[in-house]
């Protein structure tokens, strides 16, 4: 491995390729994870069965994380990055192709189950890729750009899915597209993919880690870091939500027509919009918040956006009139909600780690990332229960603007740095 010097540690030009080897594995878990809710009605007649059927092969993601959260940081902690997060890499490679073996219904739903027991060790890593192999000033980066796979798995499984129904509403071969890419990134990743350079590059990574049971609920005594447990319950859980019930979300967001797509094609154009928001807005604050070495700012500015931003989808209509299409004006909305919420996830992570070390980073990682699918489940249900279709985007507005009051609370990095 090349390496150049830095004032106290050594930065190796391979930490790129072990974070993009990361980030294709992670990529295709979430292609796999959002698969069926690219797809509803067809999957619905396909398998013959339900709506609910078709959300669990989604919502299941977030229901196993919350078991498997701890076992997978344990793992990683024990393991260490390449084969901690291995045994992730190894479920979605296996169970992703097994999910193009049987047309029946129940054993896609165990085979989606096995994929999503591997999210976890994969989620639960981002810290620990950029801890483990970048400098300091490009920690955030990493971490955003880890993030951006994630995202890009997301948007990909949306745009990609719908066109991959050959013949027309068979998933068989896209199932089959899908397993065999996961099947050759776990290949790769396991080959190439090294735990660690020979000399750590920050100052983070160049000290002794022990994962103990006290040392986890120590991250609780952490006032920020429990300030960052909610925003990540709001914000995280916001995404999560959205990603999850996209279809459900159609009759709150009132789609005009345009011609030539269908009312699904447009909305999943619009879920694709945020996406590429937030891609573009992890990389950016990220880079900025590193550049500045400021993590508080930046998340405040998150929440209250995210708050602005989900009452503008609902009341939009009240304050424009004719001189531009209201599907547009969503789609512009939807493209700042993804750039400015999304972008605090890489943001609180790394903050997270930093305020709470030494513990594992995969800890911190772990536990925010577990209470955004708490969050997810909690405001699915919020979508199924509510009558009225603007109560869906009050909550989201309340919520984020709740966790924007709790973000002002905060101390932030300079209260934290080593010395």
């Known amino acids: 491995m090349n390496s150049v010097e830095t004032t106290e540690y050594k930065v190796y030009s391979y930490r790129w390729i072990v974070l993009i080897l990361f980030g294709f594995v992670a990529l295709i878990n979430q292609m796999i994870w959002i698969t069926f809710a690219a797809i509803e009605p067809s999957a619905i007649a396909f398998y013959g069965m339900g709506p609910n059927a078709i959300l669990m092969l989604s919502l299941v993601f ?40 049987s047309d029946q219904y129940h054993w896609v739903l165990i085979f989606q189950i096995g994929c999503a027991i591997g999210q976890p060790f994969l989620l639960n890593s981002f810290t620990k890729v950029s801890t483990n192999w970048f400098p300091e000033k490009e920690k955030a980066l990493s971490t955003s750009l880890g993030t951006m796979f994630v995202l890009l798995g997301v948007l990909l499984g949306m745009l990609i899915t719908p066109f991959l129904l ?22 790769i990743y396991l080959i190439f993919v090294k735990d ?14 022990v994962f103990e049971t006290k040392g986890t609920w120590d991250l609780f005594k952490n006032k920020d870091f429990n300030i960052l447990f909610i925003l990540f319950l709001f914000g995280a859980g916001t995404f999560n939500a959205v990603s999850t019930g996209i279809a459900q979300l159609y009759n709150s967001i009132k789609i005009s027509v345009v011609t030539g797509f269908t009312p699904d094609d447009l909305l999943g154009i619009l879920g694709g919009v945020m996406i590429v928001g937030g891609i573009a807005g992890a990389i950016t604050l990220s880079t900025l918040s590193d550049k500045y070495r400021k993590r508080k700012p930046f998340l405040i500015t998150s929440a209250v956006a995210g708050a602005v931003c989900s009452l503008l989808f609902f009341f939009v209509e009240y304050f424009v009139k004719s001189f531009l299409p209201l599907y547009i004006i969503h789609c512009v909305i939807g493209f700042f909600f993804g750039f400015l919420l999304i972008a ?50 009050i909550i989201y507005a309340v919520i984020l603007a709740i966790a924007a009051i709790f973000a002002f609370r905060m101390k932030d990095l300079d209260a934290y740095e080593l010395k």
């Open 166 to 187: 050959i013949p027309a509403g068979d998933p068989t071969i896209m199932l089959y597209i899908y397993g065999g890419i996961a099947l050759a990134f776990m290949v």
């Open 62 to 101: 977030m229901i196993v994380y919350i078991p498997m959260n701890i076992p997978a940081a344990l793992a990683i902690d024990k393991f260490g990055l390449k084969w901690g997060t291995g045994i992730g890499v190894m479920l979605t490679g296996i169970f992703g192709i097994l999910r193009a073996v």
């Open 196 to 209: 660690k350079p020979e000399t750590p590059p920050n100052a983070y990574s160049d000290k002794t880690k």
């Open 344 to 393: 605090a996830l890489p943001v609180g992570l790394t903050f997270a780690a930093e305020i709470t070390h030494p513990l594992p980073e995969e800890t911190s990682n772990g536990w925010l990332m577990w209470v955004g699918q708490i969050g997810g489940i909690a405001l699915i249900g919020i979508i199924f229960g509510m009558k009225t279709d603007v109560f869906n985007f």
